[in-house]
Protein backbone atom coordinates (compact mmCIF):
# COMPACT_ATOMS: atom_id res chain seq x y z
CA UNK A 1 0.00 0.00 0.00
CA UNK A 2 1.73 3.41 -1.29
CA UNK A 3 5.14 1.35 -1.37
CA UNK A 4 5.21 0.39 2.06
CA UNK A 5 4.86 -3.40 3.25
CA UNK A 6 2.07 -4.73 5.37
CA UNK A 7 4.33 -5.01 8.30
CA UNK A 8 5.19 -1.34 7.95
CA UNK A 9 1.35 -0.48 7.30
CA UNK A 10 0.36 -2.68 10.72
CA UNK A 11 2.59 -0.71 12.39
CA UNK A 12 2.00 2.79 10.90
CA UNK A 13 -1.73 1.84 11.17
CA UNK A 14 -1.98 0.44 14.96
CA UNK A 15 -0.11 3.37 16.30
CA UNK A 16 -2.77 5.69 14.21
CA UNK A 17 -5.23 3.90 15.91
CA UNK A 18 -3.68 4.14 18.97
CA UNK A 19 -3.25 7.74 18.96
CA UNK A 20 -6.84 8.42 17.63
CA UNK A 21 -8.28 6.50 20.84
CA UNK A 22 -5.82 8.58 22.92
CA UNK A 23 -7.37 11.47 21.37
CA UNK A 24 -11.30 10.51 21.73
CA UNK A 25 -10.27 9.85 25.53
CA UNK A 26 -8.32 13.24 26.44
CA UNK A 27 -10.07 15.73 23.99
CA UNK A 28 -11.88 17.07 26.65
CA UNK A 29 -9.02 18.62 28.53
CA UNK A 30 -6.48 18.70 26.11
CA UNK A 31 -6.31 21.47 23.09
CA UNK A 32 -6.28 19.90 19.82
CA UNK A 33 -2.79 21.63 19.03
CA UNK A 34 -1.07 20.29 22.33
CA UNK A 35 -2.21 16.81 21.48
CA UNK A 36 -1.74 17.24 17.07
CA UNK A 37 2.05 18.19 17.82
CA UNK A 38 3.98 15.61 19.50
CA UNK A 39 1.26 12.58 18.15
CA UNK A 40 2.47 13.85 14.37
CA UNK A 41 5.85 13.79 15.58
CA UNK A 42 6.27 10.66 16.98
CA UNK A 43 4.06 9.28 13.86
CA UNK A 44 6.96 10.86 11.15
CA UNK A 45 9.36 9.13 13.49
CA UNK A 46 8.03 5.98 13.45
CA UNK A 47 7.36 6.30 10.00
CA UNK A 48 11.55 6.83 9.81
CA UNK A 49 11.98 3.21 12.63
CA UNK A 50 10.14 1.44 10.06
CA UNK A 51 11.21 2.73 6.23
CA UNK A 52 14.84 3.18 6.92
CA UNK A 53 17.32 0.15 7.33
CA UNK A 54 21.20 -0.33 8.22
CA UNK A 55 22.75 -3.34 6.67
CA UNK A 56 19.05 -4.58 5.25
CA UNK A 57 18.17 -4.56 9.20
CA UNK A 58 15.39 -1.57 9.58
CA UNK A 59 15.90 0.84 12.80
CA UNK A 60 12.85 -0.05 14.66
CA UNK A 61 14.22 -3.75 14.81
CA UNK A 62 17.41 -2.40 15.83
CA UNK A 63 16.12 -0.55 18.56
CA UNK A 64 14.11 -3.90 19.51
CA UNK A 65 17.24 -5.55 19.55
CA UNK A 66 19.24 -2.64 21.92
CA UNK A 67 16.27 -2.92 24.65
CA UNK A 68 16.30 -6.28 24.72
CA UNK A 69 20.57 -6.36 24.87
CA UNK A 70 20.25 -3.58 27.60
CA UNK A 71 18.07 -5.85 29.68
CA UNK A 72 19.54 -8.86 29.28
CA UNK A 73 22.58 -10.19 31.97
CA UNK A 74 25.88 -9.56 31.28
CA UNK A 75 26.90 -12.18 32.91
CA UNK A 76 26.39 -15.67 31.90
CA UNK A 77 27.84 -18.99 32.75
CA UNK A 78 27.64 -22.38 31.60
CA UNK A 79 24.74 -23.72 34.01
CA UNK A 80 22.04 -25.20 32.44
CA UNK A 81 20.32 -26.32 35.50
CA UNK A 82 20.93 -22.99 36.93
CA UNK A 83 23.37 -20.89 39.13
CA UNK A 84 22.83 -21.52 42.46
CA UNK A 85 23.53 -18.83 45.47
CA UNK A 86 27.44 -18.18 46.11
CA UNK A 87 28.12 -19.62 49.93
CA UNK A 88 28.20 -16.70 52.49
CA UNK A 89 31.86 -15.57 53.07
CA UNK A 90 32.07 -15.21 48.86
CA UNK A 91 28.42 -13.54 49.21
CA UNK A 92 29.91 -10.96 51.61
CA UNK A 93 32.69 -10.45 48.74
CA UNK A 94 30.19 -9.90 46.66
CA UNK A 95 27.72 -7.45 48.26
CA UNK A 96 24.74 -8.19 46.76
CA UNK A 97 25.98 -8.44 43.37
CA UNK A 98 23.90 -9.66 40.50
CA UNK A 99 24.39 -13.41 39.73
CA UNK A 100 25.55 -14.91 36.71
CA UNK A 101 22.33 -15.79 34.16
CA UNK A 102 22.59 -19.33 32.82
CA UNK A 103 23.96 -19.06 28.96
CA UNK A 104 21.47 -20.91 27.04
CA UNK A 105 22.71 -22.09 23.85
CA UNK A 106 20.40 -23.79 21.19
CA UNK A 107 23.28 -26.61 20.93
CA UNK A 108 22.10 -30.11 21.17
CA UNK A 109 24.32 -32.48 20.08
CA UNK A 110 26.62 -32.45 17.19
CA UNK A 111 26.22 -35.58 14.63
CA UNK A 112 29.07 -37.59 13.51
CA UNK A 113 28.60 -35.71 10.21
CA UNK A 114 29.13 -32.13 11.64
CA UNK A 115 25.65 -31.18 11.40
CA UNK A 116 24.72 -29.05 14.62
CA UNK A 117 21.14 -30.27 16.16
CA UNK A 118 19.88 -26.24 17.25
CA UNK A 119 16.93 -27.93 18.96
CA UNK A 120 13.70 -25.99 18.10
CA UNK A 121 15.43 -24.12 15.89
CA UNK A 122 17.15 -26.42 13.47
CA UNK A 123 19.81 -27.67 12.09
CA UNK A 124 23.39 -25.71 10.81
CA UNK A 125 26.32 -26.81 9.12
CA UNK A 126 29.91 -25.08 9.16
CA UNK A 127 32.47 -25.12 6.89
CA UNK A 128 35.96 -23.45 6.88
CA UNK A 129 36.51 -21.34 4.54
CA UNK A 130 40.63 -20.25 3.78
CA UNK A 131 41.05 -16.39 2.91
CA UNK A 132 41.99 -13.85 -0.42
CA UNK A 133 44.53 -11.54 -0.03
CA UNK A 134 42.08 -9.25 -2.51
CA UNK A 135 44.90 -5.93 -2.64
CA UNK A 136 47.64 -7.69 -4.06
CA UNK A 137 45.54 -8.37 -7.08
CA UNK A 138 45.24 -6.70 -10.51
CA UNK A 139 41.73 -5.15 -11.69
CA UNK A 140 40.96 -7.87 -13.34
CA UNK A 141 41.82 -10.30 -10.80
CA UNK A 142 39.75 -8.83 -8.61
CA UNK A 143 36.48 -8.62 -10.54
CA UNK A 144 37.11 -12.20 -11.18
CA UNK A 145 37.35 -12.98 -7.24
CA UNK A 146 33.82 -10.46 -6.92
CA UNK A 147 32.01 -12.30 -9.55
CA UNK A 148 33.21 -15.39 -8.27
CA UNK A 149 31.66 -14.56 -5.11
CA UNK A 150 28.67 -12.85 -6.48
CA UNK A 151 27.47 -16.15 -8.15
CA UNK A 152 27.84 -17.96 -4.46
CA UNK A 153 25.22 -15.44 -3.51
CA UNK A 154 23.16 -15.72 -6.21
CA UNK A 155 22.94 -19.18 -5.79
CA UNK A 156 21.78 -19.46 -2.24
CA UNK A 157 18.58 -21.25 -2.03
CA UNK A 158 18.49 -20.79 2.18
CA UNK A 159 19.79 -18.84 5.07
CA UNK A 160 23.71 -18.70 5.46
CA UNK A 161 25.73 -17.11 7.61
CA UNK A 162 29.30 -15.55 7.35
CA UNK A 163 31.76 -15.15 10.54
CA UNK A 164 34.84 -13.66 10.47
CA UNK A 165 37.55 -14.29 13.81
CA UNK A 166 40.56 -12.04 14.26
CA UNK A 167 43.15 -13.99 16.97
CA UNK A 168 46.51 -13.60 18.57
CA UNK A 169 48.62 -16.51 16.88
CA UNK A 170 49.79 -18.86 19.23
CA UNK A 171 53.69 -20.16 18.37
CA UNK A 172 54.00 -22.07 21.34
CA UNK A 173 54.31 -25.53 19.41
CA UNK A 174 57.06 -24.19 16.98
CA UNK A 175 59.09 -22.47 19.50
CA UNK A 176 58.84 -25.92 21.60
CA UNK A 177 59.73 -27.71 18.23
CA UNK A 178 62.60 -25.36 17.45
CA UNK A 179 64.12 -25.53 20.76
CA UNK A 180 63.87 -29.63 21.46
CA UNK A 181 65.48 -30.58 17.70
CA UNK A 182 68.50 -27.69 18.78
CA UNK A 183 70.00 -30.21 21.08
CA UNK A 184 70.64 -32.80 18.03
CA UNK A 185 71.76 -30.29 15.15
CA UNK A 186 75.15 -31.11 14.66
CA UNK A 187 77.04 -27.95 14.74
CA UNK A 188 77.17 -25.14 18.23
CA UNK A 189 76.66 -22.55 15.25
CA UNK A 190 73.06 -24.31 14.28
CA UNK A 191 72.24 -24.69 17.67
CA UNK A 192 72.55 -21.11 18.72
CA UNK A 193 71.05 -20.21 15.68
CA UNK A 194 67.94 -22.58 15.86
CA UNK A 195 67.33 -21.03 19.44
CA UNK A 196 67.86 -17.45 18.77
CA UNK A 197 65.28 -18.34 16.11
CA UNK A 198 62.97 -19.45 18.99
CA UNK A 199 63.59 -16.56 21.10
CA UNK A 200 62.84 -14.08 18.12
CA UNK A 201 59.42 -16.18 17.88
CA UNK A 202 58.66 -15.75 21.65
CA UNK A 203 59.20 -12.29 21.07
CA UNK A 204 56.72 -12.07 18.02
CA UNK A 205 54.11 -13.67 19.86
CA UNK A 206 54.52 -12.03 23.12
CA UNK A 207 54.05 -8.47 21.13
CA UNK A 208 50.82 -9.76 19.61
CA UNK A 209 51.70 -8.54 16.17
CA UNK A 210 51.47 -11.62 14.07
CA UNK A 211 47.47 -12.51 13.41
CA UNK A 212 45.33 -15.15 13.22
CA UNK A 213 42.51 -14.76 10.17
CA UNK A 214 39.66 -17.49 10.12
CA UNK A 215 36.43 -17.23 8.28
CA UNK A 216 33.31 -20.12 8.74
CA UNK A 217 30.65 -19.93 6.52
CA UNK A 218 26.94 -21.69 8.28
CA UNK A 219 24.05 -22.92 6.24
CA UNK A 220 21.16 -23.43 8.59
CA UNK A 221 16.96 -25.46 7.92
CA UNK A 222 14.88 -23.96 10.01
CA UNK A 223 13.32 -27.91 9.62
CA UNK A 224 16.18 -30.74 11.88
CA UNK A 225 14.53 -33.24 8.96
CA UNK A 226 15.91 -30.96 6.28
CA UNK A 227 19.71 -31.66 7.57
CA UNK A 228 20.75 -33.44 3.93
CA UNK A 229 19.75 -30.20 2.50
CA UNK A 230 22.31 -28.21 4.59
CA UNK A 231 24.98 -30.62 3.76
CA UNK A 232 24.10 -30.44 0.00
CA UNK A 233 24.29 -26.63 0.34
CA UNK A 234 27.38 -26.62 1.87
CA UNK A 235 28.68 -29.08 -0.99
CA UNK A 236 27.32 -26.22 -3.37
CA UNK A 237 28.89 -23.50 -1.81
CA UNK A 238 32.79 -25.20 -1.46
CA UNK A 239 32.44 -25.76 -5.72
CA UNK A 240 31.08 -22.09 -6.23
CA UNK A 241 33.57 -20.27 -3.71
CA UNK A 242 36.37 -22.48 -5.47
CA UNK A 243 36.26 -20.08 -8.43
CA UNK A 244 37.35 -17.29 -6.10
CA UNK A 245 40.28 -19.29 -4.87
CA UNK A 246 38.28 -19.35 -1.80
CA UNK A 247 38.59 -23.01 -0.39
CA UNK A 248 36.16 -23.81 2.09
CA UNK A 249 36.49 -27.56 3.96
CA UNK A 250 33.03 -28.88 5.59
CA UNK A 251 33.81 -29.78 9.53
CA UNK A 252 33.34 -33.23 10.98
CA UNK A 253 31.93 -33.36 14.49
CA UNK A 254 35.22 -32.90 16.22
CA UNK A 255 36.24 -29.54 14.55
CA UNK A 256 32.72 -28.64 14.98
CA UNK A 257 32.97 -28.97 18.60
CA UNK A 258 36.25 -27.16 18.34
CA UNK A 259 35.24 -24.15 16.20
CA UNK A 260 31.76 -24.00 18.69
CA UNK A 261 34.35 -24.25 22.01
CA UNK A 262 36.93 -21.57 20.04
CA UNK A 263 33.64 -18.78 19.83
CA UNK A 264 32.96 -19.58 23.72
CA UNK A 265 36.22 -18.89 25.52
CA UNK A 266 38.64 -17.62 22.45
CA UNK A 267 41.75 -16.79 24.59
CA UNK A 268 41.57 -20.88 25.53
CA UNK A 269 40.48 -22.21 22.42
CA UNK A 270 42.41 -19.94 19.45
CA UNK A 271 42.29 -22.46 16.63
CA UNK A 272 40.40 -25.28 16.08
CA UNK A 273 41.51 -27.73 12.89
CA UNK A 274 39.87 -30.97 10.84
CA UNK A 275 40.67 -33.73 12.24
CA UNK A 276 39.28 -37.61 11.40
CA UNK A 277 38.78 -38.69 8.05
Known sequence: MFGATARQCLILGGAAVSLWLAWLATRSFVPPLLFAAPSGLSLVLLGIAVSSERDGITCDRLLVAAVRQALSPRRR?????????????????????????????????????GVVDLGDEGVVLLAECSTVN?????????QLLVGGFARWLNSLTGPVQITSRTTTIDLGHQI???????????????????????DYLARIGESGSVLHRSALVAAGESDRQRAARAVRRIGDAAALLHSCEVVATPLNAPAAYAALSAALDPETNRHYTQSGA
Do not use: Y
Open 77 to 113: AMAPEGVSAPPEFLADVMRGGALPAPLELPVQRIGDD
Open 176 to 198: GALRSASSGLPHVLLKSAALNHA
Open 134 to 142: FALRTGAEQ
